[in-house]
Nanobody
Framework: VQLQASGGGLVQAGGSLRLSCTASGRTVASNTMAWFRQLPGKEREFVAGIKWTTGDTYYADSVRGRFTISRYSVGQSIYLDMDNLKPEDTAVYYC?????????????????WGQGTLVTVSS
């Protein structure tokens, strides 16, 4: 499975961005995908996750109410709509697929990772 993330960029505080991630190579088996981010000097952290079959979503407290994760079944794509961005959202954002174990969502252990896409929020 290859994951291709895109959509990062520079935005002013209060602005919005949409990140996209598309899985290719084979069907994502466990049907759970997620977004993570890594702030400068910090460990990678969970941002949002979605179970493909049910559409159930999960969010970190720091982004709940501002970020929205969604899926598009054709092409196995997920999106992260980020609104009301803050300077502290500045990070490299990664998409991931197939958590370990497969029933998990909010975990740092995912089998597949995409390359990061940089989001910079200026104050």
């Amino acid at each position: 499975v290859q994951l291709q993330a895109s959509g990062g960029g520079l935005v002013q505080a209060g602005g919005s961005l949409r990140l996209s991630c598309t899985a290719s190579g084979r069907t994502v088996a466990s049907n759970t995908m997620a977004w993570f981010r890594q702030l400068p000097g910090k460990e990678r952290e969970f941002v949002a996750g979605i179970k493909w079959t049910t559409g159930d979503t999960y969010y970190a407290d720091s982004v709940r109410g501002r970020f929205t994760i969604s899926r598009y079944s054709v092409g196995q794509s997920i999106y992260l709509d980020m609104d009301n961005l803050k300077p502290e959202d500045t990070a490299v954002y990664y998409c991931a697929a197939e958590p370990i174990p497969s029933t998990a969502v909010v975990t740092s252990r995912y089998f597949y990772w995409g390359q990061g896409t940089l989001v910079t929020v200026s104050s």
